[in-house]
């Protein structure tokens, strides 16, 4: 029997296996570019995933929701990933080396300190799905604001999108309680034990 092989219109970088990465040097010659508010980048930018390294500290207070799943793997440091689940906001901890899925439709907001860092795998969004970047209050947890958008470059827009609800006090203004969400500032430090506290600088 005689083998075939199988063409392919993929631009030639596309069909060519990149060299192996090693994260914690990548990340000591790219950590000017972790910055707050998300602190992420490009890993790897594929057809049908994409790989972030995140860098901490960030400095957001939105949760992330997608259609498709979502794959967390924390390299150094342990995190908090805040999830919206049966109507409360949970803090999971997410320590050095452990990995975590989080299932599409599930509103997630991944709270980094500093000198941490984490590789996140997302699934290419078809063309047309939309995505949602929601904000719930810091006093009541109520649904302040809800933007569906068509993310195309994760990296630019997300940190776009929170500049903008942050500058628009008809947006981050609850109508629950009245708390204004403004802009948050850098996650200081994370108590895990007796029970999660969140510290963020001028706290």
Known sequence: MTATTTSTTLPAERTRVLPPINILKWVEENKHQLKPPVGNKYLYDGDGFFVMVIGGPNARNDFHVTNSEEYFYQVQGDIIVRIQEDGIIKDVPLREGETMFIPGGVPHSPTRPPDTIGVVVELRRPPGEKEHQQF???KCDQLVH???FDCADI??????SMEDYWADS???TCKNCGHQNGKPTPIKEIIFEPQVKIIREGD
Request: hydrophobic share 40%; proline share 0%; aromatic share 14%.
């Open 170 to 172: 008809a947006l981050n």
């Open 155 to 160: 990296v630019k827009h997300f940190a776009q």
């Open 136 to 138: 719930y209050c810091a």
């Open 146 to 148: 809800d933007k569906e």
